[in-house]
């Protein structure tokens, strides 16, 4: 089991290290910066955050095939696995931020994430390629340099089954957004083990991340309150995009979604406030953590019993509260919490 943070470029590089450091200092095992347009380039302000740190991992969360040529993701990600000693993590997804600022179009995610990380790669272990995928081409190039390991950790985001079943088939993990409740993580399990089942590969072999936001406060109701409308626009966007909302009666009126119509990436929450009535308790409860430290910690023992062997949070403090207050709360006393009731229990997943 291990903890994670996910990091918005929205602060000063000085603010972005000194959350690390403290990341590291509760006892979080890998601290992500969003490759999220428009906000600070991230490889830039993950190698200076390794050069502030000394033991936790650092990785994009997540980069794509479209945004950046995986020839020059590889590239960044040597780089940073050298400044860092050995630390760098590929966080890898379909993206979606800056696309219809940059006009890009993706074509076939899962196709086109297998083939950057199957070029990352070879790329990484200094071979000279030459690479014709169906969406991604490089021409006999290789890297420059020599990096320090020939093989980084890959982590595949995904919502989808496509690309959880690719993720359980080639990557060291998989991550996915809003894995909150303990139906949807034996979903969500079952769907990496079975890709990784059909390419040889024992399921425990790989790591499973719910990506949850998350908020710690004494005021359960308050914390539910803040959260809302984050679920809410990630429900009415995604219904398509979890197993088990339906089941649990948690999807949205399809004909009221669809009456908001398309809305862009960058225009956050605010065209969703006409729905925040309509999500209960209960959606947000099966899409993040939050609520008192007792609330949260019980929720990830119910999480880690349905599967899931990583939580990577995004913290978002209450009112009086700061995010310093959420990464410390959540690695001293929620994590801690979790251990000991483990500590007893054979760990039936390795990864």
């Known amino acids: 089991m291990s903890i994670e943070l996910l990091m918005l470029g929205d602060q000063p590089v000085a603010g972005l290290a000194a959350r690390t450091r403290l990341a590291e200092e509760s006892g979080f095992e890998t601290v992500w910066l969003a490759d999220e347009r428009f906000f600070r380039e991230t490889y830039s302000c993950l190698s200076f955050l390794a050069g502030q740190t ?52 993706s074509r076939k995610p899962p196709l086109a994430i297998r083939e950057a990380v199957d070029l990352i790669r070879q790329l990484m272990a200094g ?31 995904s919502n989808g089954p496509l690309g ?73 966007q995604a219904n398509s995009r979890f197993y088990t909302l339906e089941a649990q009666g948690l999807t949205l009126p399809k004909n009221v979604v669809e009456a908001i119509g398309p809305v862009p990436y960058a ?17 947000v409860d099966a899409l993040t953590l939050c609520g008192t430290v007792q609330e949260v910690s019980q929720h990830v023992i119910d999480l880690r019993r349905a599967g899931i062997t990583g939580f990577n949070i995004f913290p978002v403090p209450a009112p009086g509260t700061t995010y310093e207050d959420v990464i410390v709360r959540f690695g001293t006393q929620v ?14 997943r390795t990864a």
Request: proline content about 6%; aromatic content about 6%.
């Open 267 to 283: 225009a956050g929450v605010a065209p969703f406030a006409s729905l925040f009535p309509l999500v209960s308790d209960r959606h």
């Open 54 to 105: 000394a033991r936790v991992n650092l990785g994009p969360c997540v980069t794509d095939p479209f945004a950046r040529h995986p020839a020059l993701t590889a590239m960044a990600l040597g780089t940073l696995d050298e400044v860092s000693k050995g630390r760098a993590i590929l966080g890898i997804g379909a993206g979606v931020s800056g696309f219809a600022e940059l006009g890009i179009q």
């Open 164 to 236: 959880q079943k690719m993720g359980g088939a080639i990557a060291d993990g998989v991550m996915m957004e809003g894995c909150g409740s303990a139906e949807e993580a034996r979903a969500f399990a079952s769907t990496v083990a079975e890709g990784a089942r059909k390419a040889g590969r024992p399921p425990n072999e790989v790591k499973l991340v719910a990506r949850l936001d998350c908020c710690i406060t004494n005021d359960g109701k308050q914390a539910r309150d803040i959260l809302r409308p984050s679920v809410t626009r990630i429900i009415a």
């Open 335 to 348: 994590w801690p919490a979790v251990e000991a009731a483990f500590a007893k229990e054979p760990d039936n």
């Open 127 to 157: 071979q000279e390629v030459d690479y014709q995928g169906e969406i991604i081409q490089f021409h006999r190039g290789r890297l420059n340099f020599t990096p320090l390991r020939s093989r980084v950790p890959v982590r595949v985001a």
